[in-house]
């Protein structure tokens, strides 16, 4: 990499990458939650991923590239630590780390969405920054959701 556009192509290709290993993912995390609200929020975050993946696909063709991901390593970790939570963890810790686990995947993604939508500002595509914004505000919401979930129901 060597441009800015070659660090913006760089960085959509790798959450193109974890977009797509999270729609497998998060049904993973769905049957392991027991809380009502909890199993909810995983299955529309779910559906709200599949229409990031959509909003990505705009993103490449607003700079006229092909829609492919590229690994990331930083969200394959992020979901492997997820799958060894629900293989060692039970009841209310179970639930108490499914969130975490979330919450980890959120923060990552808030970060990249909010570096991509600023370059794409910089490099003066206002069509991609403003569906990178969109899919910004989705993680936002997504992870005060989790935070609202743990406060009032699985923290106590």
């Not at 977009?19 to 995983?42: C, I, R, V, W």
């Not at 939570?85 to 209310?92: H, W, Y």
């Not at 909010?114 to 989705?138: F, Y």
Request: net charge negative; charged share 30%; proline share 1%.
């Amino acid at each position: 990499m060597k441009t800015m556009q070659d660090a913006f192509h760089h960085t959509l290709k790798d959450i193109y990458y974890a977009e797509n290993a999270l729609t497998k993912a998060l049904p993973k995390m769905a049957s392991a939650a027991t809380g009502k609200e909890l199993k909810s929020a995983f299955e529309h975050h779910l559906e709200e991923t599949k229409e990031q993946i959509k909003l990505l696909k705009s993103v490449f063709k607003s700079i006229d590239a092909k829609p492919e991901g590229e690994k990331c390593d930083a969200i394959e970790g992020l979901i492997k630590e997820g799958e060894s939570l629900m293989e060692e963890a039970s009841g209310k810790a179970l639930q108490a780390g499914l969130i975490g686990a979330a919450q980890a995947v959120e923060h990552y993604e808030i970060a990249r969405y909010g570096t991509l939508r600023q370059w794409a500002k910089e490099l003066g595509n206002d069509e991609a920054h403003d569906l990178l914004s969109q899919i910004l505000d989705m993680e936002k919401a997504a992870n005060a959701k989790l935070t609202g979930i743990a406060v009032s129901s699985v923290n106590a």
